[in-house]
């Protein structure tokens, strides 16, 4: 008698789904993954791996170490969507920190990819392991001044001279810190992974489906949708909560409680064609919240940036950070920022918020001032498990045996969210002992430059943004 297939749900298809229902799929397990979106992959704004967490002064060590495995994890999981270029860590002189505080936690970050490169020769995905991180003095700074500009940088020194040219350098501390830090791109991760998912015969993706009510009956979950208008319903084993920011509805639709954050907020997408060379990431610290906000300068080919800024009248927004309640496990945010979600910006607003983000950097840059906004910000609600809003490794929490929750707060954490569900299905008897972190997704290698490129600027295109976002920064050689 054949035995009865074990069928096992994820709700959500961003970059916690979808890359749950890869992994799983690839296991052999039988998943159908439910998005509301056209495509997947289509929520906040990601561009960066935090790989060792060096852009947040305020985590732990313990945060940065388990940010930098993942990170590492997740370079080998999805290489088509990296962008290889490091990035730049800069201390303002007004500043209330140290560019000397980050030195201790990069020496630590440095001996652990050390560690991490002799248990496994291809974790060595960050560069050279002794080029981790690199200072430079002002001095340093004065002599790169005098060299021109390099359309593709081979070595640390080469990323540097845009900066040596273009940055206020007498508002800054020193050393300035140079880190083998890299940018993900969002667009080619999704093509990535829809084209990955749909090699794969036991995986069902349903895009443009609304999930409306589950309900858990005898152990197995009843899930109906709507989908092209029509109402349907189907049976389950076992349920993967990737909601993302309203992971609390599905929560409530099954009755149970649980205490999360989640925040609004937004980056910017701007074109400066001032510069001449290709610009490494760079990170202007400041508090969090104040004027002074951190500075995020995102590169991306073609003379397009991407801003975040720390601020009030940036990033962050007034209200938009809420909590879940006593009554209800899904946080409530003001219908201002549903709206942003659901329907888009007015043209007021891109202009205002994106004209002040463009302010915000130019205090660092000041030919960036002549920056011009190119489109809608690139926005979306992220969800932070229990009360702590600087948490940033997080990955999943369990109801029972059959229901999971995906509750990461970066990318990077995917891959060992999806080893904990895996365990749990091991447990269940539907996975043998083996598949426990059994990683071995060849697959990706299968797949073509040309058709991750065509479905990525298709994506870009679809969301009504430049197609040069879908596009990968210079990949320099091993520095």
């Given at each position: 008698?054949?035995k009865?297939?074990f069928?096992?749900?994820?709700v959500g298809?961003?970059v916690?789904?979808s890359?749950?229902?890869?992994?799983?799929?690839?296991?052999?397990?039988?998943?159908?993954?439910?998005?509301k979106?056209k495509?997947?992959?289509?929520?906040p704004?990601?561009?960066?791996?935090?790989?060792?967490?060096?852009?947040y002064?305020?985590i732990s060590?313990?945060?940065?170490?388990?940010l930098?495995?993942?990170?590492?994890?997740?370079?080998?999981?999805?290489?088509?969507?990296?962008?290889?270029?490091?990035?730049?860590?800069?201390?303002?002189?007004?500043?209330s920190?140290?560019?000397?505080?980050?030195?201790?936690?990069?020496?630590?970050?440095?001996?652990?990819?050390k560690?991490?490169?002799?248990?496994d020769?291809?974790n060595?995905v960050?560069g050279?392991?002794?080029?981790?991180y690199?200072?430079?003095?002002?001095?340093d700074?004065?002599?790169l001044?005098?060299?021109?500009?390099v359309?593709?940088?081979?070595?640390?020194?080469?990323w540097m001279?845009?900066?040596?040219?273009?940055?206020?350098?007498?508002?800054?501390?020193?050393?300035?810190?140079?880190?083998q830090?890299?940018?993900i791109?969002?667009?080619?991760?999704?093509?990535?992974?829809?084209?990955?998912?749909?090699?794969?015969k036991?995986?069902?993706?349903?895009?443009q489906?609304?999930?409306?009510?589950?309900?858990?009956?005898?152990?197995?979950?009843?899930i109906?949708?709507?989908?092209e208008?029509e109402?349907?319903?189907?049976?389950?084993d076992?349920?993967?909560?990737?909601?993302?920011?309203?992971?609390?509805e599905?929560?409530?639709?099954?009755?149970l409680?649980?205490?999360?954050?989640?925040?609004?907020?937004?980056?910017?997408?701007?074109?400066?064609?001032?510069f001449?060379?290709?610009?490494?990431?760079?990170?202007?610290?400041?508090?969090?919240?104040?004027?002074?906000?951190?500075?995020?300068?995102?590169?991306?080919?073609?003379?397009?940036?991407?801003?975040?800024?720390?601020t009030?009248?940036?990033?962050?927004?007034?209200?938009?950070?809420v909590?879940?309640?006593?009554?209800s496990?899904?946080?409530?945010?003001?219908?201002?920022?549903?709206?942003?979600?659901?329907?888009?910006?007015?043209k007021?607003?891109?202009?205002?918020?994106?004209?002040?983000?463009?302010?915000h950097?130019?205090?660092?840059?000041?030919?960036?001032?002549?920056?011009?906004?190119?489109?809608?910000?690139?926005?979306?609600?992220?969800?932070?498990?229990?009360?702590?809003?600087?948490?940033?490794?997080?990955?999943?929490?369990?109801e029972?045996e059959?229901?999971?929750?995906?509750?990461?707060?970066?990318?990077?954490?995917?891959l060992?969210?999806?080893?904990?569900?895996?365990?749990?299905?091991?447990?269940l008897?539907?996975?043998?002992?083996?598949?426990?972190?059994?990683?071995?997704?060849?697959?990706?290698?299968?797949l073509?430059?040309?058709?991750?490129?065509?479905?990525?600027?298709?994506?870009?295109?679809s969301?009504?943004?430049?197609?040069?976002?879908?596009?990968?920064?210079f990949?320099?050689?091993?520095?």
């Amino acid at each position: 008698m054949q035995k009865e297939l074990f069928r096992v749900a994820v709700v959500g298809g961003g970059v916690a789904g979808s890359s749950v229902a890869l992994y799983l799929s690839e296991l052999g397990v039988d998943v159908t993954l439910f998005e509301k979106s056209k495509s997947l992959v289509s929520g906040p704004p990601i561009c960066h791996l935090h790989a060792g967490g060096n852009l947040y002064r305020d985590i732990s060590d313990e945060q940065c170490l388990t940010l930098l495995k993942e990170s590492i994890e997740l370079i080998r999981l999805y290489p088509q969507a990296i962008d290889y270029r490091p990035t730049v860590i800069a201390v303002p002189k007004e500043d209330s920190g140290s560019a000397s505080d980050l030195f201790s936690r990069l020496e630590l970050l440095q001996k652990e990819y050390k560690k991490l490169i002799e248990e496994d020769a291809a974790n060595r995905v960050l560069g050279d392991p002794e080029l981790y991180y690199k200072l430079f003095s002002y001095e340093d700074m004065l002599a790169l001044k005098e060299r021109e500009e390099v359309t593709h940088p081979q070595t640390l020194e080469e990323w540097m001279i845009p900066l040596s040219h273009h940055i206020e350098l007498e508002k800054l501390q020193y050393p300035l810190v140079m880190v083998q830090e890299y940018g993900i791109n969002i667009f080619r991760l999704g093509a990535t992974v829809s084209l990955w998912l749909a090699k794969n015969k036991n995986a069902t993706i349903f895009t443009q489906t609304e999930v409306k009510d589950v309900k858990e009956e005898n152990g197995r979950f009843l899930i109906e949708y709507e989908q092209e208008g029509e109402c349907k319903e189907q049976v389950f084993d076992y349920l993967i909560n990737a909601a993302g920011f309203r992971s609390g509805e599905i929560d409530d639709m099954l009755g149970l409680r649980r205490e999360r954050l989640v925040e609004f907020k937004a980056a910017y997408v701007t074109k400066c064609e001032a510069f001449k060379g290709s610009w490494p990431e760079v990170i202007f610290h400041g508090e969090r919240g104040t004027p002074r906000g951190m500075a995020q300068f995102t590169p991306y080919p073609d003379g397009y940036f991407q801003l975040h800024g720390m601020t009030k009248n940036v990033t962050l927004f007034s209200d938009g950070l809420v909590k879940s309640s006593p009554n209800s496990a899904q946080p409530k945010l003001p219908p201002l920022f549903l709206s942003k979600i659901e329907k888009g910006w007015s043209k007021e607003a891109v202009k205002e918020r994106t004209s002040s983000a463009i302010k915000h950097m130019s205090q660092f840059i000041p030919v960036f001032s002549n920056a011009k906004i190119m489109s809608q910000p690139l926005y979306g609600a992220q969800q932070i498990p229990g009360e702590d809003a600087s948490l940033r490794a997080a990955d999943i929490s369990f109801e029972g045996e059959r229901y999971a929750r995906c509750e990461i707060v970066k990318a990077s954490s995917v891959l060992n969210m999806a080893d904990h569900i895996a365990k749990s299905l091991i447990g269940l008897g539907v996975l043998p002992k083996e598949s426990y972190k059994k990683r071995d997704f060849s697959a990706h290698s299968s797949l073509k430059e040309e058709d991750i490129q065509r479905v990525a600027e298709s994506s870009a295109k679809s969301r009504s943004y430049p197609k040069s976002l879908a596009n990968r920064c210079f990949r320099s050689i091993d520095v």
